[in-house]
Protein backbone atom coordinates (compact mmCIF):
# COMPACT_ATOMS: atom_id res chain seq x y z
CA UNK A 1 0.00 0.00 0.00
CA UNK A 2 3.46 2.47 0.43
CA UNK A 3 3.46 2.31 -3.36
CA UNK A 4 0.00 4.42 -2.97
CA UNK A 5 2.02 7.34 -1.60
CA UNK A 6 2.63 8.67 -5.24
CA UNK A 7 -0.15 10.27 -5.26
CA UNK A 8 1.37 12.93 -3.62
CA UNK A 9 2.51 14.18 -6.45
CA UNK A 10 -0.53 14.92 -8.12
CA UNK A 11 -1.18 18.66 -8.80
CA UNK A 12 -2.34 20.84 -6.08
CA UNK A 13 -4.96 22.78 -5.95
CA UNK A 14 -7.50 20.53 -7.27
CA UNK A 15 -9.35 17.58 -6.00
CA UNK A 16 -8.36 14.26 -7.38
CA UNK A 17 -11.02 11.96 -8.89
CA UNK A 18 -8.73 9.14 -8.52
CA UNK A 19 -7.57 10.10 -5.01
CA UNK A 20 -11.41 9.84 -4.25
CA UNK A 21 -12.25 6.88 -5.86
CA UNK A 22 -9.19 5.28 -3.88
CA UNK A 23 -10.85 6.04 -0.37
CA UNK A 24 -14.48 4.76 -2.27
CA UNK A 25 -12.41 1.61 -2.45
CA UNK A 26 -11.08 1.49 0.89
CA UNK A 27 -14.54 2.26 2.31
CA UNK A 28 -16.38 -0.61 0.47
CA UNK A 29 -13.71 -3.46 2.28
CA UNK A 30 -15.77 -2.66 5.17
CA UNK A 31 -18.74 -3.97 3.62
CA UNK A 32 -19.38 -7.99 3.09
CA UNK A 33 -16.38 -9.97 0.65
CA UNK A 34 -19.51 -12.46 -0.63
CA UNK A 35 -22.47 -11.73 -3.03
CA UNK A 36 -25.41 -12.39 -1.67
CA UNK A 37 -26.82 -15.90 -3.17
CA UNK A 38 -29.77 -15.37 -5.58
CA UNK A 39 -32.40 -17.54 -6.91
CA UNK A 40 -35.62 -17.53 -8.53
CA UNK A 41 -38.67 -14.99 -6.87
CA UNK A 42 -41.77 -14.40 -7.75
CA UNK A 43 -42.12 -11.05 -8.87
CA UNK A 44 -40.41 -8.16 -10.81
CA UNK A 45 -39.78 -5.93 -7.89
CA UNK A 46 -38.34 -8.80 -5.66
CA UNK A 47 -36.24 -9.70 -8.76
CA UNK A 48 -35.07 -6.14 -8.16
CA UNK A 49 -34.37 -6.26 -4.15
CA UNK A 50 -33.29 -9.63 -4.31
CA UNK A 51 -30.92 -8.88 -7.09
CA UNK A 52 -26.66 -7.68 -5.98
CA UNK A 53 -24.69 -5.08 -6.46
CA UNK A 54 -20.95 -5.62 -8.53
CA UNK A 55 -18.51 -2.86 -8.05
CA UNK A 56 -15.20 -2.76 -9.51
CA UNK A 57 -12.70 -0.23 -8.60
CA UNK A 58 -9.07 0.08 -10.28
CA UNK A 59 -7.14 2.75 -9.80
CA UNK A 60 -3.30 2.09 -11.90
CA UNK A 61 0.08 4.45 -12.56
CA UNK A 62 1.49 3.85 -15.86
CA UNK A 63 5.33 4.64 -16.78
CA UNK A 64 6.28 4.69 -20.47
CA UNK A 65 9.72 5.16 -22.19
CA UNK A 66 9.13 5.20 -26.30
CA UNK A 67 12.76 5.77 -28.09
CA UNK A 68 11.00 6.12 -31.26
CA UNK A 69 9.65 9.26 -29.44
CA UNK A 70 12.56 9.84 -27.33
CA UNK A 71 10.49 10.56 -24.70
CA UNK A 72 9.24 9.30 -21.42
CA UNK A 73 5.58 10.03 -19.81
CA UNK A 74 3.49 9.00 -17.17
CA UNK A 75 -0.37 9.19 -15.90
CA UNK A 76 -2.24 8.06 -13.27
CA UNK A 77 -6.00 6.05 -14.74
CA UNK A 78 -9.10 5.17 -12.87
CA UNK A 79 -11.63 1.84 -13.49
CA UNK A 80 -14.73 2.28 -12.30
CA UNK A 81 -17.84 0.01 -12.59
CA UNK A 82 -20.89 -0.15 -10.54
CA UNK A 83 -23.81 -2.31 -11.39
CA UNK A 84 -26.92 -4.35 -10.76
CA UNK A 85 -27.83 -7.97 -11.28
CA UNK A 86 -31.05 -9.01 -10.61
CA UNK A 87 -32.37 -12.03 -9.48
CA UNK A 88 -34.19 -14.07 -11.70
CA UNK A 89 -37.81 -14.48 -12.54
CA UNK A 90 -39.44 -16.41 -15.02
CA UNK A 91 -35.96 -17.92 -16.16
CA UNK A 92 -35.01 -13.64 -17.11
CA UNK A 93 -32.52 -11.94 -15.43
CA UNK A 94 -31.02 -8.75 -16.60
CA UNK A 95 -27.53 -7.06 -15.82
CA UNK A 96 -26.81 -3.16 -15.98
CA UNK A 97 -23.69 -1.12 -15.60
CA UNK A 98 -22.13 1.71 -15.72
CA UNK A 99 -18.33 2.54 -16.24
CA UNK A 100 -16.42 5.82 -15.93
CA UNK A 101 -12.84 5.92 -16.62
CA UNK A 102 -10.53 8.55 -15.73
CA UNK A 103 -7.19 10.39 -15.82
CA UNK A 104 -4.79 12.16 -13.39
CA UNK A 105 -1.16 13.62 -13.06
CA UNK A 106 -0.88 13.85 -16.86
CA UNK A 107 2.88 13.96 -17.91
CA UNK A 108 3.96 13.63 -21.44
CA UNK A 109 1.53 10.94 -22.47
CA UNK A 110 -1.47 10.94 -25.19
CA UNK A 111 -4.37 9.79 -24.36
CA UNK A 112 -6.60 11.69 -26.54
CA UNK A 113 -8.65 8.72 -28.65
CA UNK A 114 -8.40 10.93 -31.90
CA UNK A 115 -4.65 10.73 -31.44
CA UNK A 116 -4.66 7.06 -31.30
CA UNK A 117 -4.06 6.32 -35.25
CA UNK A 118 -1.66 9.15 -36.09
CA UNK A 119 1.82 8.09 -37.56
CA UNK A 120 3.01 12.02 -35.93
CA UNK A 121 2.10 11.50 -31.86
CA UNK A 122 4.26 13.57 -29.87
CA UNK A 123 3.95 11.82 -26.69
CA UNK A 124 3.95 7.65 -25.62
CA UNK A 125 0.64 6.40 -26.08
CA UNK A 126 -1.70 5.12 -23.29
CA UNK A 127 -4.72 3.99 -24.69
CA UNK A 128 -7.04 4.45 -21.78
CA UNK A 129 -9.38 7.90 -22.10
CA UNK A 130 -11.46 9.68 -20.21
CA UNK A 131 -14.72 8.37 -20.72
CA UNK A 132 -18.59 7.58 -19.00
CA UNK A 133 -20.51 5.30 -20.49
CA UNK A 134 -22.58 2.13 -19.82
CA UNK A 135 -20.59 -1.01 -19.21
CA UNK A 136 -22.92 -4.59 -19.64
CA UNK A 137 -26.26 -4.13 -20.19
CA UNK A 138 -27.61 -7.78 -20.71
CA UNK A 139 -31.46 -9.40 -20.73
CA UNK A 140 -30.16 -13.14 -20.18
CA UNK A 141 -33.15 -16.37 -20.85
CA UNK A 142 -32.45 -19.05 -18.75
CA UNK A 143 -35.34 -21.38 -19.42
CA UNK A 144 -34.44 -24.08 -22.25
CA UNK A 145 -32.20 -26.97 -20.76
CA UNK A 146 -28.95 -26.84 -20.34
CA UNK A 147 -28.63 -23.21 -22.24
CA UNK A 148 -27.57 -19.61 -21.62
CA UNK A 149 -29.49 -16.89 -23.97
CA UNK A 150 -27.73 -13.38 -23.86
CA UNK A 151 -29.42 -9.64 -25.69
CA UNK A 152 -27.41 -7.18 -25.36
CA UNK A 153 -24.12 -4.95 -24.46
CA UNK A 154 -21.68 -8.03 -23.57
CA UNK A 155 -18.00 -9.02 -23.28
CA UNK A 156 -17.13 -12.12 -25.84
CA UNK A 157 -14.49 -13.89 -24.27
CA UNK A 158 -13.60 -17.17 -27.11
CA UNK A 159 -11.14 -20.32 -25.34
CA UNK A 160 -7.96 -18.09 -24.47
CA UNK A 161 -9.28 -14.98 -26.09
CA UNK A 162 -6.95 -15.20 -28.94
CA UNK A 163 -9.83 -14.04 -31.49
CA UNK A 164 -12.05 -12.29 -28.88
CA UNK A 165 -11.69 -11.01 -25.68
CA UNK A 166 -12.77 -8.13 -23.55
CA UNK A 167 -9.19 -7.06 -23.13
CA UNK A 168 -9.75 -6.49 -19.48
CA UNK A 169 -6.46 -5.04 -19.03
CA UNK A 170 -7.19 -1.99 -20.22
CA UNK A 171 -9.43 0.24 -18.20
CA UNK A 172 -12.18 0.39 -20.86
CA UNK A 173 -13.35 -3.33 -21.76
CA UNK A 174 -14.03 -4.14 -25.35
CA UNK A 175 -18.06 -4.77 -25.25
CA UNK A 176 -20.38 -5.99 -28.08
CA UNK A 177 -23.66 -5.73 -28.77
CA UNK A 178 -26.02 -8.92 -30.10
CA UNK A 179 -27.60 -11.73 -29.14
CA UNK A 180 -25.47 -15.26 -27.94
CA UNK A 181 -26.42 -18.50 -26.73
CA UNK A 182 -24.29 -21.20 -25.48
CA UNK A 183 -25.65 -25.14 -24.66
CA UNK A 184 -24.45 -28.03 -23.64
CA UNK A 185 -27.05 -30.26 -24.16
CA UNK A 186 -24.86 -33.35 -25.59
CA UNK A 187 -22.53 -35.02 -23.29
CA UNK A 188 -18.79 -33.64 -23.16
CA UNK A 189 -19.88 -30.97 -25.87
CA UNK A 190 -20.52 -26.99 -25.61
CA UNK A 191 -21.65 -25.38 -28.50
CA UNK A 192 -21.55 -21.22 -28.94
CA UNK A 193 -23.16 -18.56 -31.24
CA UNK A 194 -23.57 -15.41 -31.34
CA UNK A 195 -24.52 -12.15 -33.96
CA UNK A 196 -23.36 -9.06 -33.49
CA UNK A 197 -24.31 -5.81 -35.00
CA UNK A 198 -21.66 -3.15 -32.89
CA UNK A 199 -18.77 -2.76 -31.12
CA UNK A 200 -16.98 -0.80 -28.33
CA UNK A 201 -13.31 -0.71 -28.81
CA UNK A 202 -11.27 -0.06 -25.53
CA UNK A 203 -10.56 3.21 -27.07
CA UNK A 204 -13.92 4.15 -26.25
CA UNK A 205 -14.98 4.20 -29.49
CA UNK A 206 -18.18 2.86 -30.91
CA UNK A 207 -18.28 1.00 -34.70
CA UNK A 208 -21.25 -1.12 -36.31
CA UNK A 209 -20.30 -4.24 -37.12
CA UNK A 210 -21.96 -7.29 -38.37
CA UNK A 211 -20.13 -10.87 -37.04
CA UNK A 212 -21.26 -14.24 -37.02
CA UNK A 213 -19.79 -16.78 -34.83
CA UNK A 214 -20.12 -20.57 -34.06
CA UNK A 215 -17.61 -22.43 -31.86
CA UNK A 216 -18.18 -26.24 -30.73
CA UNK A 217 -16.15 -27.76 -28.10
CA UNK A 218 -15.60 -31.41 -27.60
CA UNK A 219 -14.33 -32.89 -24.40
CA UNK A 220 -12.72 -36.59 -25.35
CA UNK A 221 -11.24 -37.03 -22.09
CA UNK A 222 -11.61 -35.48 -18.67
CA UNK A 223 -8.70 -31.83 -18.83
CA UNK A 224 -8.87 -32.31 -22.21
CA UNK A 225 -10.88 -30.49 -24.98
CA UNK A 226 -10.90 -29.93 -28.98
CA UNK A 227 -12.78 -26.86 -30.60
CA UNK A 228 -13.58 -25.88 -34.07
CA UNK A 229 -14.60 -22.21 -34.40
CA UNK A 230 -15.76 -20.29 -37.41
CA UNK A 231 -16.48 -16.19 -37.69
CA UNK A 232 -17.22 -13.88 -39.89
CA UNK A 233 -16.17 -9.88 -39.59
CA UNK A 234 -18.28 -7.35 -42.34
CA UNK A 235 -16.46 -4.15 -41.05
CA UNK A 236 -14.48 -2.63 -43.46
CA UNK A 237 -12.69 -0.01 -41.41
CA UNK A 238 -11.19 -2.78 -38.53
CA UNK A 239 -7.86 -1.65 -38.94
CA UNK A 240 -6.11 1.03 -39.66
CA UNK A 241 -2.40 -0.74 -40.03
CA UNK A 242 -3.34 -2.98 -42.86
CA UNK A 243 -3.41 -0.07 -45.95
CA UNK A 244 -6.67 -1.79 -47.19
CA UNK A 245 -10.37 0.09 -47.86
CA UNK A 246 -11.68 -3.21 -46.53
CA UNK A 247 -10.61 -5.02 -43.86
CA UNK A 248 -13.67 -7.21 -43.92
CA UNK A 249 -12.96 -11.52 -43.53
CA UNK A 250 -13.65 -14.49 -41.88
CA UNK A 251 -11.57 -17.12 -40.31
CA UNK A 252 -11.62 -20.93 -39.94
CA UNK A 253 -9.80 -22.47 -36.91
CA UNK A 254 -9.33 -26.41 -34.93
CA UNK A 255 -7.92 -25.83 -31.53
CA UNK A 256 -6.66 -28.84 -29.03
CA UNK A 257 -5.60 -28.11 -25.38
CA UNK A 258 -5.27 -30.37 -22.02
CA UNK A 259 -3.12 -31.71 -19.48
CA UNK A 260 -1.61 -35.41 -18.86
CA UNK A 261 -0.89 -36.18 -15.29
CA UNK A 262 2.38 -38.03 -15.37
CA UNK A 263 2.30 -40.10 -11.99
CA UNK A 264 4.95 -38.54 -10.60
CA UNK A 265 3.94 -35.58 -9.18
CA UNK A 266 4.31 -33.47 -12.56
CA UNK A 267 1.57 -32.36 -15.04
CA UNK A 268 2.02 -32.07 -18.51
CA UNK A 269 0.34 -29.17 -20.76
CA UNK A 270 -0.03 -28.77 -24.01
CA UNK A 271 -1.56 -26.08 -27.13
CA UNK A 272 -2.20 -26.83 -30.36
CA UNK A 273 -4.23 -24.51 -32.38
CA UNK A 274 -4.06 -23.70 -36.06
CA UNK A 275 -6.44 -21.23 -38.25
CA UNK A 276 -6.95 -20.03 -42.22
CA UNK A 277 -7.94 -16.17 -42.87
CA UNK A 278 -9.66 -15.28 -45.85
CA UNK A 279 -11.18 -12.22 -47.59
CA UNK A 280 -15.24 -11.85 -47.04
CA UNK A 281 -18.12 -9.85 -47.65
CA UNK A 282 -16.41 -7.79 -49.97
CA UNK A 283 -12.64 -7.89 -48.25
CA UNK A 284 -9.45 -7.01 -49.85
CA UNK A 285 -8.31 -10.21 -52.07
CA UNK A 286 -4.85 -9.54 -50.64
CA UNK A 287 -6.48 -10.63 -47.20
CA UNK A 288 -5.43 -14.38 -47.32
CA UNK A 289 -3.11 -16.16 -44.32
CA UNK A 290 -2.82 -18.98 -42.06
CA UNK A 291 -2.14 -18.85 -37.67
CA UNK A 292 -0.94 -21.65 -35.97
CA UNK A 293 0.54 -22.49 -32.15
CA UNK A 294 2.65 -25.15 -30.98
CA UNK A 295 3.35 -25.03 -27.03
CA UNK A 296 3.73 -27.12 -24.12
CA UNK A 297 5.23 -27.03 -20.31
CA UNK A 298 4.93 -28.98 -17.12
CA UNK A 299 3.68 -28.02 -14.00
CA UNK A 300 4.82 -28.47 -10.40
CA UNK A 301 1.32 -28.50 -8.17
CA UNK A 302 3.16 -29.05 -4.79
CA UNK A 303 5.71 -26.62 -5.50
CA UNK A 304 3.70 -23.71 -5.09
CA UNK A 305 2.17 -24.41 -8.62
CA UNK A 306 5.76 -23.81 -10.20
CA UNK A 307 5.36 -24.05 -14.37
CA UNK A 308 7.39 -23.53 -17.45
CA UNK A 309 6.25 -24.22 -20.96
CA UNK A 310 7.64 -23.09 -24.11
CA UNK A 311 5.53 -22.28 -27.21
CA UNK A 312 5.64 -21.16 -30.56
CA UNK A 313 3.35 -19.09 -32.69
CA UNK A 314 2.96 -18.09 -36.25
CA UNK A 315 0.82 -15.57 -38.04
CA UNK A 316 1.88 -15.80 -41.97
CA UNK A 317 2.44 -12.61 -44.24
CA UNK A 318 0.62 -12.58 -47.89
CA UNK A 319 3.83 -11.83 -49.53
CA UNK A 320 4.44 -9.03 -47.41
CA UNK A 321 1.60 -7.30 -48.06
CA UNK A 322 -0.91 -8.73 -45.97
CA UNK A 323 -0.33 -10.32 -42.13
CA UNK A 324 -2.96 -12.26 -40.30
CA UNK A 325 -4.60 -9.89 -38.40
CA UNK A 326 -6.91 -10.57 -34.91
CA UNK A 327 -8.99 -7.57 -34.37
CA UNK A 328 -10.55 -8.29 -31.27
CA UNK A 329 -8.04 -10.47 -29.29
CA UNK A 330 -6.69 -9.82 -25.87
CA UNK A 331 -3.53 -7.94 -27.23
CA UNK A 332 -2.05 -7.71 -24.31
CA UNK A 333 -2.28 -11.65 -23.41
CA UNK A 334 0.19 -12.42 -26.58
CA UNK A 335 2.85 -11.08 -28.18
CA UNK A 336 4.63 -9.57 -25.50
CA UNK A 337 2.48 -6.48 -23.10
CA UNK A 338 4.84 -4.03 -23.94
CA UNK A 339 1.71 -4.04 -27.00
CA UNK A 340 4.27 -3.56 -29.89
CA UNK A 341 1.84 -5.98 -31.67
CA UNK A 342 -1.55 -5.00 -31.76
CA UNK A 343 -2.01 -5.23 -35.51
CA UNK A 344 0.40 -8.06 -37.04
CA UNK A 345 2.55 -6.33 -39.64
CA UNK A 346 2.43 -6.92 -43.31
CA UNK A 347 5.00 -8.94 -43.59
CA UNK A 348 3.87 -11.20 -41.29
CA UNK A 349 4.72 -12.42 -36.82
CA UNK A 350 6.72 -14.54 -35.38
CA UNK A 351 6.96 -15.36 -31.64
CA UNK A 352 9.05 -18.05 -30.19
CA UNK A 353 8.52 -17.66 -26.11
CA UNK A 354 9.26 -19.18 -22.60
CA UNK A 355 7.14 -18.28 -19.65
CA UNK A 356 7.59 -19.41 -16.02
CA UNK A 357 4.84 -19.38 -13.46
CA UNK A 358 4.31 -19.92 -9.13
CA UNK A 359 1.59 -19.15 -6.80
CA UNK A 360 3.47 -19.13 -3.14
CA UNK A 361 1.17 -18.43 -0.70
CA UNK A 362 -0.90 -14.85 -1.93
CA UNK A 363 1.62 -14.30 -4.70
CA UNK A 364 1.17 -15.24 -8.21
CA UNK A 365 4.96 -14.65 -10.02
CA UNK A 366 4.67 -14.61 -14.28
CA UNK A 367 7.75 -14.41 -16.41
CA UNK A 368 7.80 -14.24 -20.36
CA UNK A 369 10.90 -13.96 -22.65
CA UNK A 370 9.94 -13.38 -26.45
CA UNK A 371 11.59 -13.82 -30.04
CA UNK A 372 9.98 -11.74 -32.66
CA UNK A 373 10.05 -11.35 -36.47
CA UNK A 374 8.49 -11.73 -39.55
CA UNK A 375 7.36 -14.79 -41.60
CA UNK A 376 8.23 -12.89 -44.73
CA UNK A 377 11.50 -10.96 -45.38
CA UNK A 378 13.45 -12.33 -42.71
CA UNK A 379 13.30 -9.81 -40.23
CA UNK A 380 14.35 -9.39 -36.91
CA UNK A 381 11.97 -7.50 -34.95
CA UNK A 382 13.21 -8.24 -31.87
CA UNK A 383 13.06 -9.37 -28.21
CA UNK A 384 10.77 -8.89 -24.47
CA UNK A 385 11.25 -9.45 -21.37
CA UNK A 386 8.07 -9.37 -19.31
CA UNK A 387 7.48 -9.57 -15.40
CA UNK A 388 4.34 -9.59 -13.25
CA UNK A 389 3.75 -10.34 -9.32
CA UNK A 390 0.38 -10.04 -7.85
CA UNK A 391 -0.22 -9.81 -4.52
CA UNK A 392 -3.56 -10.59 -3.11
CA UNK A 393 -4.60 -8.35 0.07
CA UNK A 394 -7.83 -10.25 0.55
CA UNK A 395 -10.19 -12.44 -1.29
CA UNK A 396 -11.60 -8.71 -2.71
CA UNK A 397 -8.76 -6.77 -3.20
CA UNK A 398 -5.44 -6.93 -5.74
CA UNK A 399 -1.90 -5.08 -5.62
CA UNK A 400 -0.33 -6.35 -9.06
CA UNK A 401 2.94 -4.57 -10.60
CA UNK A 402 4.06 -5.49 -14.31
CA UNK A 403 6.82 -4.52 -16.40
CA UNK A 404 7.71 -4.88 -20.21
CA UNK A 405 10.65 -4.42 -21.84
CA UNK A 406 11.04 -4.37 -25.77
CA UNK A 407 14.43 -3.86 -27.29
CA UNK A 408 14.28 -3.56 -31.39
CA UNK A 409 16.92 -5.67 -33.28
CA UNK A 410 16.76 -5.08 -37.15
CA UNK A 411 16.48 -1.01 -38.25
CA UNK A 412 14.30 -2.23 -41.21
CA UNK A 413 11.85 -3.45 -39.41
CA UNK A 414 10.53 0.25 -37.99
CA UNK A 415 10.23 -0.84 -34.50
CA UNK A 416 11.92 1.08 -31.81
CA UNK A 417 12.92 0.45 -27.95
CA UNK A 418 10.17 0.20 -25.39
CA UNK A 419 9.99 0.34 -21.76
CA UNK A 420 6.58 -0.38 -19.69
CA UNK A 421 5.62 -0.40 -16.04
CA UNK A 422 1.99 -0.27 -14.40
CA UNK A 423 0.60 -0.54 -11.28
CA UNK A 424 -2.69 -0.86 -9.98
CA UNK A 425 -4.79 -1.99 -7.20
CA UNK A 426 -8.24 -3.71 -7.97
CA UNK A 427 -11.05 -4.35 -5.79
CA UNK A 428 -13.44 -6.38 -6.72
CA UNK A 429 -17.63 -6.60 -5.22
Known sequence: MAALCSLRQLRAGRPSRVLCSIGLAACALVGPDVAAQQGQVDSPVGAITEGRLSLELRPRYTDIWDAGLNDRGHAWTMRSIVGWQTATFEDFRATGEG????????????????????????????????????????????????????????????????????????????????????????????????????????????????IWLLRVAYSPAQDHSVAAY??????????????????????????????????LGVVGLYTAEAAHQRHYAGGDPLIEANYWRLGGGLVWPRLYGFGVRIDREVKTSNGGRYGFQM???????????????????????????????????????????????????????????????????????????????????????????????????????
Not at 141 to 150: A, F, I, S
Not at 178 to 194: K, R
Not at 238 to 250: G, I, P, Y
Not at 343 to 370: C, I, M, N, Y
Open 99 to 210: IHTDVADVHHITIDSTQYYVDTLRYPLLPDPRETDTNRVVLEYLGLPDTRVRLGKQPIRLDNERFFSDVDFRQTPMLFNGLTAVNSSLPGTEVYAALLNRVRTVFATQARTR
Open 230 to 263: AFGLNQPQTSSDTDLADNSHEVFGLRAEGTVPTG
Open 327 to 429: PFEDSYAFNGWALQFTSTPKTGLRDAWLSVRAQPWRFVLVAEAHRFGSTYGGLDYGNERDVRLAYAVTNSLTLKLQHARFRSSDPAADFYDVTKTWLSLTYDY
